[in-house]
């Protein structure tokens, strides 16, 4: 079966075309932007992807191999109804479905329990901490992750695998599509605003989900925000409830707070799935090696970090006050926020986030999925909304020399930089792999 995945440049939609190579399904894509990531997925060996999605692209393709089945990114309709590719594909009684529904092909026909990590921040990290634990125990698994991992591709099939380990979004309610065998909620804020409109709509959402799970692990303050009323209260023998509180966590030697509780999540998993003593689990986790664009080393004291909401700040910048009182150093931060959108709901909940910077760089918003209707916020515009004391030591900035010659001065002095960045192609990620990364580290 010939699959093709439009958007295959996405953090969700190229590590299912991975998996769906490795399950044995002839794999093609496209995507609007070259990038990086496409480079990624090419050398792994899926080289039919075209860049542009025009119409004759994917009808020269479907010529040389029929097409049976079009697998799109939530975004690719909601930026153009009228997509090339969907027309065709409409006009060709060719499949068409999001990623949800061919990943619960995949789970039905390899017969694999579904593992859904799900949050607003740390799903990421929980997902690859969870992927990590299995193969320190090799013990096989079927996976898809959001990010880049040093000890295996973003998503894989494993023939021997008996669960598929999911980094399960709720953007356009996509989790919603899944019945998992055990869900772990790695925390709850209230995100994607265009699409659940109050913190009500939000939590809904992932009652529902947890709903539709056979067991779910989630913190002591997430659950008391969905079960808040009594006649919210799931029964007790689906939820597994962790405290902050709990011991274990101290055991946890990673840096960052939010890192050892993401651990902690992933740790109370795997003991639920395979009955492993914690502290077993705990030595293993404390040689988690990382992930890409999560506090992410791209040269020497210059790190990158996909902290693009505040309680994904407020992690960033936790590790990065870990690692500055441990050497000393200040620290630094340039901050690209993703989307304007977002900003439009966020900016004045970013007033304190940056405490403990002895130096701010605020460049351009990264535009994706943007609301016409919402005005251009500027840096200028935005670094109005931080607290006084953090507005003296900011300043705009542009993806330039001047940005490239500013931190270079700050490397030179030995200052800790962090530069908090959404995005992908043409983002402040790729700009510093492209001016400051050796070529390992260039993805």
Not at 156 to 170: G, I, K, N, Q, T
Not at 204 to 219: D, M, P
Not at 310 to 332: C, L
Not at 364 to 374: G, N, Q, V
Request: charged share 25%; glycine share 6%.
């Amino acid at each position: 079966m010939h699959i093709f995945f439009s958007g295959i440049g996405g953090t969700g939609i190229g590590p299912l075309a991975v998996v769906a190579k490795e399950a044995g399904y002839d794999v093609s894509g496209s995507d609007l932007m070259d990038s990086n990531y496409i480079k990624y997925l090419r050398n792994y060996g899926i080289h039919d992807i075209e860049i542009g999605q025009m119409r004759h692209q994917i009808e020269a393709l479907h010529a040389k191999k029929p097409i049976d089945w079009l697998v799109y990114s939530s975004a690719v309709p909601k930026t153009n109804p009228d997509h090339p590719e969907l027309l065709f594909c409409q006009e060709h009684d060719i499949k068409m479905t999001k990623r949800d529904e061919f990943l619960n092909e995949i789970l039905a026909r390899k017969q694999l329990r579904l593992i859904a990590v799900a949050g607003t921040h740390g799903k990421t990290t929980t997902t690859a901490m969870l992927i990590w634990l299995f193969k320190q125990l090799r013990e096989p698994i079927s996976y898809s992750v959001g990010a880049k991992i040093e000890f295996g591709q973003m998503g894989a099939y494993d023939p021997r695998s008996e669960c598929f380990v999911y980094e399960c979004d709720e953007f356009d309610r996509n989790f919603l599509a899944f019945n998992p065998y055990l869900t772990v909620i790695s925390g709850i804020a209230w995100d994607h605003h265009e699409i659940f409109p109050t913190q009500d709509d939000y939590n809904e959402a992932f009652r529902h989900f947890i709903g539709q799970s056979g067991k779910t692990i989630l913190w002591d303050e997430d659950y008391e925000k969905l079960y808040e009323k009594e006649s919210d209260n799931q029964q007790s023998d689906q939820l597994i409830v962790c405290s902050g509180d709990d011991p274990h966590i101290e055991q946890i030697k990673l840096t960052g707070l939010y890192n050892r509780r993401d651990a902690w999540l992933a740790i109370k998993a795997l003991s639920e799935l395979n009955e492993h003593r914690p502290g077993d689990l705990i030595t293993l986790m404390n040689q988690f090696p990382g992930l890409s664009r999560r506090f992410e080393k791209i040269t020497d004291n210059l790190y990158s970090d996909y902290a693009h909401t505040p309680e994904k700040i407020t992690g960033s910048m936790d590790i990065a006050r870990e690692k500055a009182q441990k050497t000393n150093q200040k620290i630094v931060v340039i901050y690209e926020p993703l989307t304007n959108r977002r900003m439009h709901y966020t900016a004045t909940a970013h007033r304190d986030l940056f405490e403990g910077a002895s130096a701010i760089y605020w460049v351009p918003s990264y535009l994706a999925r943007e609301d016409p209707r919402m005005p251009l916020l500027t840096p200028k515009e935005l670094i109005e909304r931080l607290n006084p004391t953090l507005r003296k030591i900011a300043q705009s900035m542009k993806l330039d020399s001047l940005l490239q010659d500013t931190i270079e001065d700050h490397l030179s002095k030995g200052d800790l930089v962090v530069a908090m960045t959404g995005g992908g192609a043409g983002s402040l990620d790729e700009w510093l792999r492209k001016e400051f990364a050796d070529e390992n580290n260039k993805y």
